[in-house]
C-alpha cells in the first residue's frame, strides 16, 4: 500500500529556513506527480509546490516562488521541500500528495490527488 511520510516541521523566526522531507513507501513513485499542499487555520488546502511525473517539471505557487525549491529523488522515493526566507504567512500544516493520473491544468487543485501524507506542522514566529 502506498504510504507518504512527512518530517522537517518546526517552529522558526522569519527569515529562517527549513527543509520538509516525504519519505514515499510501497511503489515506486516515479510515474507519478507529487507535490506539496499546506493548510493554514481556518484556510483552504493550497498548493505550493509540484514534481511532475519522472521530475521532468517543477511547480509553485506565486507566493513562494524564489524561496522555495523542491527536490526530488527518484531513486531514494523522496520529495524534499527547502523553504528559504520564511514568512509569518508560510505558517501551517505541509502535506505531501501523489497521483498518477493528474495531468498539467489540475496540478495545483488538491482534490485530484488519491495519495496524501499525515503532514508535519511548520510555525513562522518572531
Known amino acids: 500500500q502506498a504510504q507518504l511520510v512527512e518530517s522537517g516541521g518546526g517552529l522558526v523566526q522569519p527569515g529562517d529556513s527549513l527543509r520538509l522531507s516525504c519519505a514515499a513507501s510501497?511503489?515506486?513513485?516515479?510515474?507519478?506527480?507529487m507535490a506539496w499542499f499546506r493548510q493554514a487555520p481556518g484556510k483552504e488546502r493550497e498548493f505550493v509546490a509540484a514534481s511532475s511525473r519522472y521530475g521532468t517539471h517543477t511547480y509553485y505557487a506565486d507566493s513562494v516562488k524564489g524561496r522555495f525549491t523542491i527536490y526530488r529523488d527518484k531513486a531514494k522515493n523522496t520529495l524534499d521541500l527547502q523553504m528559504d526566507s520564511l514568512k509569518p504567512e508560510d505558517t501551517g500544516v505541509y502535506y505531501c500528495?501523489?497521483?498518477?493520473?493528474?495531468?498539467?491544468?489540475?496540478?495545483?487543485?488538491?482534490?485530484?490527488?488519491?495519495?496524501w501524507g499525515q503532514g508535519t506542522q511548520v510555525a513562522v514566529s518572531p
Open positions: 510501497g511503489r515506486t513513485f516515479s510515474p507519478y506527480t
Open positions: 500528495a501523489a497521483d498518477r493520473q493528474i495531468i498539467t491544468s489540475y496540478i495545483r487543485d488538491h482534490r485530484q490527488y488519491d495519495h
